[in-house]
Structures are given as C-alpha cells and as structure tokens.
C-alpha cells in the first residue's frame, strides 16, 4: 500500500531557529495535508496543498508540494515554545477526500 | 462555530467486549472519516462516511464497523475487542463532495482494552 516516510524523525531545535522537515513516497499523491498534534489531542490542520509546485504560507509556516508529487516540505521560522508538538504530513490521491494516508510525524522539542 | 467533538474521552473495555464511540461533526460537514492512531504513529484510515453510507474503507478487519446519522454525526462500533485495539481513535470531518478536501480533527477518545 502506499507509504510516506518523514524525515527527521525527531529534532531539538534551540529557540528563534528556523525548522525544516519532509515528507516523501514512492507514490503520487495530489494533495498534501501538514498537520500538528500535541499530546493527548487530535491533529490540527496547518497547510494544505493541491497543485504540484505550490507554495502555501501560514504565518510562520510555510509549506510546499514537491514537482514530482512525491514529496512535500514544511518550514517554520523563528521557532517559539508552542512549537513544539508532533507534525504529521497525509497525502491522498483521488482528489475526492475519500482516504488520507499519514506519515508517521516528526516530533519537534524547542529548548528555551 | 463548533468544531469537531467525540465521545467519550476515555474507555476502558475488557477483550471480547463490544465499543460504541460517537462524533458530531464540524457545522456545516458532512463527511466523516474514523482513524485509529496507535502511540507514537501516525493515524491511520478505518472508514469514511457520506449520505449514510460507508464511501471508503481502510485495512481494518469487519469488527470495525460504521454508521452515519441524517444529521451528519456518526458512530464507530467495534466488536470482539482486542488487546491490540487500544488506540487514539480520531474522528475527521469535511465537506465533500464539495472542493473542501481539508478534514478537521476532533480531539480523539482513548480506548484502552485490558
């Protein structure tokens, strides 16, 4: 089935630094979800993403989908301590909502 | 404007037993999705309803099953429970089959199965 790999798998980041994590596939996805979760919480949407190539901001945030349609970045600048969480990248690829696949997240620590 | 709500929050159930967990989805959804999340992994797809119907199913065995409401909330059922059903089970709405593909998450109910 399909699969998507995030890379790192976990970071400790001082804070103010800027954060970078991905998410790639072996296979094609058209859209591209970024979702974060804190403890004990369900995910929260941040970014979505629908066309090969875009670039989507969300105040810190800033997401793209990749060329191939195979992958997907997420940046975060200037990290604060509510940073901190696990961030989860879900693709789908039937354009019609019907099942999302997660990455396993990468899990952010933001030291003071 | 209400946001996706689930419940209970917790649940302790014995193996063998039967679960029922609830959501109502985000005003204005009409679609809802169910994902079982296991500790330290991403979620992952049981089923997805719209207009009562099960639309998609993931890899989860026939214990799982679904119901969907007139008025959009929905129902997860599981029965003959096992340990290995002890998981975050998280419920996500949209608004198909419009062009809104984002789900919104509701917060989860922690099943635990002894």
């Known amino acids: 089935g399909q699969q998507l790999n995030q890379s790192p798998q976990s970071m400790f980041i001082q804070e103010g630094e800027d954060v970078s994590m991905n998410c790639t596939s072996s296979?094609?996805?058209?859209?591209w979800l970024w979702y974060k979760q804190d403890p004990g919480e369900g995910p929260v949407l941040l970014i979505a993403?629908?066309?090969?190539?875009e670039l989507t901001s969300n105040g810190r945030l800033t997401a793209q989908f990749g060329i191939t349609r195979k992958d997907s970045f997420l940046n975060i600048s200037a990290s604060i301590p509510s940073d901190v969480g696990i961030y989860f990248c879900?693709?789908?690829?039937?354009?019609?909502?019907?099942?999302?696949?997660f990455g396993p997240g990468t899990r952010l620590s933001v030291l003071p | 404007d209400a946001g996706v709500t689930q419940s209970p929050t917790h649940l302790i159930k014995t193996r063998g037993q039967q679960v029922t967990l609830r959501c109502s989805p985000k005003?204005?959804?009409?679609?809802v999705s169910w994902y079982q999340q296991a500790l330290g992994q991403g979620p992952q797809f049981i089923f997805q309803?719209?207009?009562?119907?099960?639309?998609q199913r993931g890899n989860f065995p026939d214990r799982f099953s679904g119901h969907q409401f007139p008025n959009y909330s929905s129902e997860l059922n599981v029965n003959a429970l096992l340990l290995g059903d002890s998981a975050l089970y998280l419920c996500?709405?949209?608004?198909?089959?419009?062009?809104?593909?984002?789900?919104?998450f509701g917060p989860g109910t922690r099943l635990t199965v002894t």
């Open positions: 309803y719209y207009e009562e119907e099960e639309r």
């Open positions: 993403l629908y066309k090969a190539g």
């Open positions: 296979s094609i996805f058209n859209t």
């Open positions: 005003s204005g959804h009409d679609t």
């Open positions: 996500a709405s949209s608004a198909l089959p419009l062009h809104d593909l984002e789900q919104y």
């Open positions: 879900a693709g789908e690829t039937d354009n019609y909502g019907q099942n999302f696949v």
